[in-house]
């Protein structure tokens, strides 16, 4: 069964920087990170097959965000940088075990995070 904690959320100003960590328990064989804004749905951010270098983003923050994984410490990272107001949510660990070809769909996942906030001032 695997198992994620979160942890790295917060506040910044826009053009500012965070990073957020994944703790993974468990085999997997992709990884995603989610994000959901208040009533809005939840939308796939950036996703990586796991002990590969393939990965995925959505087109909001292609060039901004970057998720990489650390096999040592069996931890996923989603670095954000050049930050906007819009990247505002609440923003979940995703983990599958099964065949995964689209890493930025929540069907794709069976395990989740509990969420950590990211809040962006203007």
């Known amino acids: 069964q695997v198992q994620l904690v979160e942890s790295g959320g917060g506040s910044a100003q826009a053009g500012g920087s965070l990073r957020l960590s994944c703790a993974v328990s468990g085999l997997t064989s992709c990884m995603g990170w989610f994000r959901q804004a208040p009533g809005k749905e939840r939308e796939g951010v950036a996703g990586i097959r796991t002990g590969t270098s393939n990965t995925d983003y959505a087109d909001s923050v292609k060039g901004r965000f970057t998720i990489s994984q650390d096999n040592a410490k069996n931890t996923v990272y989603l670095q954000m940088n050049s930050l906007k107001p819009e990247d505002s949510a609440m923003y979940y660990c995703?983990?599958?075990?099964?065949?995964?070809?689209?890493?930025?769909?929540?069907?794709?996942?069976?395990?989740w995070g509990q969420g950590t906030q990211v809040t962006v001032s203007s």
């Open positions: 995703a983990a599958t075990n099964r065949f995964c070809p689209l890493v930025l769909r929540r069907f794709t996942y069976d395990t």
